[in-house]
């Protein structure tokens, strides 16, 4: 029989009132797809993390939204390390997805336990002319409205999101899009989710999510695509390196998450946080 434990975990957040939740499953072996299928919907949140085996240093990881398996989620994955941590203690652990491995070194920090992965070798692109129309018409958004200091790009940091910067903080908490018409021209293009951002300050920028193609209407913290945006800022050289940049997330929403990213001059990029057990 396969043991297993399912958790309940926020990500990016020291408090059960902030964060993103997220799934934890640790057993001895992957259930079927279908029965991770089935776990995530129940379990309702963006995602669930499926891990395997039970111990050692090396887990196969899995994770999957409530409507389908989803290649890489970040703020699973901080999760699952924190959630590995209370159990196994700190380390270094290595988690091989259906992207690569993804190295995630867990620690404590006065009594607090804290998360840190590193991402496979990002990339980005610029976006079609008609995916930034389309996504700007799902959005209520026109191009007047964009930060031209950071460009529209298809950034990649383990999933595909498409990044648009606007020019007022006034703008990005003003979001009531399409919910139908975004899904499908996210499905079309191979989108997790939209990074839409404002960036107050060199280290600061507030983010927004939308996740519809996961269904769900907004993510609150969203560690993939936190290292995809860092990986877009390195390559397009918007940014000097290296450079560290907090990311504020889930505050309209009432659910606040702290995103530190870690950009190198070369290499993956490292988003950490913490995070805390949910009772249901």
């Known amino acids: 029989m396969n043991s297993h434990t399912l958790q309940k975990l926020a990500a990016f ?4 009132k902030g964060g993103n939740p997220a799934g934890v499953w640790i057993g001895d072996s992957l259930p079927e797809p279908k029965e991770m299928q089935r776990i995530a919907a129940e379990v309702g949140f963006s995602e669930t993390a499926f891990v395997a085996p039970n111990k050692g240093s090396k887990r196969t990881v899995r994770y999957y939204s409530p409507e389908a398996e989803v290649p890489f989620c970040g703020h699973a994955t901080i999760a699952t390390g924190v959630a590995l941590g209370k159990k196994a203690g700190s380390g270094i652990y290595q988690f091989e997805t259906t992207i690569g491995t993804i190295p ?36 209520g958004w026109s191009v007047d409205d964009l930060d031209s200091s950071i460009p529209p790009a298809r950034a990649f940091g383990g999933n595909w999101h498409l990044v648009l910067a606007v020019k007022s903080k006034q703008r990005l908490d003003d979001l009531n899009y399409d919910f139908d018409k975004l899904k499908q021209i996210m ?16 280290e600061l920028i507030h983010s927004r999510n939308p996740f519809p193609v996961g269904g769900v209407v907004e993510d609150s913290a969203t560690g993939a695509a936190a290292v995809a945006l860092g990986g877009y ?3 397009a050289n918007i940014i000097n390196t290296p450079r560290n940049i907090n990311i504020l997330q889930g505050e309209i929403m ?27």
Do not use: C
């Not at 995630?104 to 008609?130: D, I, Q, Y």
């Not at 995103?259 to 805390?276: D, E, H, M, Q, R």
């Open 187 to 202: 499905l079309d293009d191979d989108l997790t989710t939209l990074q839409l951002i404002w960036r107050e300050n060199d």
């Open 233 to 235: 800022l390195r390559e």
């Open 13 to 16: 957040t020291s408090t059960p």
């Open 104 to 139: 995630v070194e867990v620690s404590e920090h006065n009594g607090e336990m804290r998360a840190a992965l590193t991402s496979v070798e990002p990339k980005f692109e610029l976006p079609s002319g008609t995916l930034l129309q389309d996504a700007l018409s799902a959005l």
């Open 254 to 280: 009432g659910w606040p998450s702290q995103l530190n990213l870690s950009i190198p001059t070369v290499g993956g990029i490292t988003v950490s946080g913490t995070a805390v057990f949910l009772t249901d």
